[in-house]
């Protein structure tokens, strides 16, 4: 996804999300329970990373409010079916748009407005790969952040010109 997609309707990017999470967790016979759909609809609220305490203090207003080891375990098991991604330099969580697709977290984000956008680059995945094996190293998991200024922000900074 762009960072900036002015046509973009994101209800209906929510509603896809939990769409493909209810369809992946049943054909994998994981239980996304109520409290799971929620975190993951929380995290997807908007394209920017959201932090585990932003979800619980949401969640704080409903009847049998969660507490912090519930969130963490929701995230958690939305981790574990690659419907979320955990970005390590926010210690912050996004969705994913592709949960049913196995790849390595690439990530575009915006030091201003805390946009990210996810990519898949082979070639970034095939260096890393190439490194480690040069290196007899073994990658357990592999997250790339990339931080910066997206389109918007850099104009918006520059009073209006892109």
């Not at 493909?20 to 996304?32: I, N």
């Not at 898949?120 to 200024?149: C, H, K, S, Y």
Request: net charge neutral.
């Amino acid at each position: 996804m762009d960072l900036v997609d002015l046509h973009h309707n994101h209800d209906r990017c929510v509603d896809d999300a939990l769409q493909r999470a209810a369809v992946l967790c049943t054909r994998r016979g994981a239980r996304l329970t109520r409290l799971r759909r929620r975190v993951l609809e929380l995290v997807w609220q908007g394209h920017a990373a959201v932090k585990a305490y932003d979800v619980l203090q949401e969640l704080g207003g409903s009847a049998g409010a969660a507490k912090p080891p519930t969130v963490y375990r929701a995230l958690d098991f939305l981790i574990a079916h690659g419907l979320v991604h955990r970005l390590e330099s926010l210690n912050a969580y996004v969705g994913c748009p592709v949960p049913d697709a196995a790849h390595q977290g690439q990530f575009l984000i915006c030091d201003a407005c805390g946009t990210v956008s996810e990519f898949e680059a082979p070639p970034i995945q095939a260096a890393i790969a190439e490194q480690a094996a040069a290196q007899d190293f073994a990658i357990a998991r592999q997250t790339v952040e990339v931080r910066g200024l997206c389109q918007p922000c850099r104009a918006s900074a520059a009073g209006g010109q892109p």
